[in-house]
């Protein structure tokens, strides 16, 4: 039980991870197609960096719709540069409520973001991320510290289609892909630069799930002993509807959203029950 827990806590952890990159393309392209963001401090033909500082509160922790813990929140901070021209750097950290030591790990991350029409309606983007654990129980081994994603984005001013795969590597090999429907509407704007929005996303999660099955031999006219195996099926783990609410006051960003895991299992034997949790971040935007 104790292997299953460290196995999801780490697993958690790559999607976490994942889930950062995801909203750092969030913010890279919500930037680079605002030009009142832009404009508000520089000419658009210029080139500026934009140094991003945010927090993040969950108040229940999730593997792919599975609970991990009793009722155990976790807060995620992020640092991250990017650059006009595409490129950015990253950081960010986990601390969970329940864990020893609470904080987790660490994640570094570099990447590339490129619009691909003038419109800025099609976007591809690309990204290294290496993880650093601090291990609850020094016996268990981490079998992926590196992640390569890369992602693809269609959007017009308020709906858009995004999909991306990570490929995991280290001490093992592993791809999930994950599309994603997204939403930006805008409720009202007051001031130059102020708005409240609505942000609605839908996610699906496709990765690999072990499962177990039982067997018997035969030996003669006699049936051995039955032994449990387990296989690798690749399938849909999760469905996520992500629904925010996310106020922008000058450089600041704040959003309160309300999260409904769908999950399933690709072991027929196994059913989770739909999850849901609420968080709560705040970001500051920094342009140069």
Do not use: C
């Not at 292997?3 to 995801?22: P, R």
């Not at 930037?31 to 832009?38: F, Y």
């Not at 029950?273 to 968080?279: A, E, G, L, M, N």
């Amino acid at each position: 039980m104790k292997s299953t827990l460290l196995t999801s806590i780490f697993l958690l952890s790559v999607i976490t991870g994942m889930a950062q990159t995801d909203r750092l393309d969030s913010l890279l392209n919500d930037l680079l197609s605002d030009e009142k963001k832009v404009n508000r401090l520089l000419e658009p033909d210029h080139s500026f960096l934009v140094l991003y500082a945010g927090t993040n509160y969950e108040n229940r922790t999730f593997y792919a719709g599975r609970e991990i813990g009793d009722n155990m929140y976790n807060v995620n901070s992020q640092l991250f540069l990017f650059s006009s021209k595409g490129f950015y750097l990253g950081a960010s950290g986990m601390w969970y409520s329940q864990l020893e030591p609470k904080f987790n790990n660490t994640v570094l991350l570099a990447g590339f973001y490129k619009a691909l029409n003038r419109k800025k309606t099609l976007a591809f983007s690309t990204s290294y991320s290496r993880y650093f654990y601090y291990k609850p129980d020094t016996s268990f081994e981490y079998l992926f510290n590196n992640n390569l994603s890369t992602g693809l984005t269609l959007k017009n001013k308020w709906i858009g289609i995004r999909l991306n795969t990570n490929f995991l590597f280290g001490q093992d090999f592993g791809i999930n892909f994950s599309p994603k429907i997204f939403s930006n509407i805008t409720i009202i704007r007051f001031g130059k630069y102020n708005s409240v929005r609505i942000e609605p996303e839908a996610l699906w999660l496709f990765a690999s799930e072990s499962v177990e099955y039982v067997s018997s031999g035969y030996s003669g006219s006699h049936t051995s002993d039955l032994s449990v195996n387990t296989k690798d099926i690749y399938g849909m783990l999760n469905m996520q509807l992500y629904l925010p609410l996310a106020l922008s006051l000058g450089n600041f960003e704040f959003e309160a959203a309300y999260t409904v895991n769908i999950p399933h299992s690709m072991d027929s034997n196994i059913s989770y029950p739909v999850s849901s949790s609420i968080s709560v971040s705040l970001g500051y935007m920094f342009i140069f």
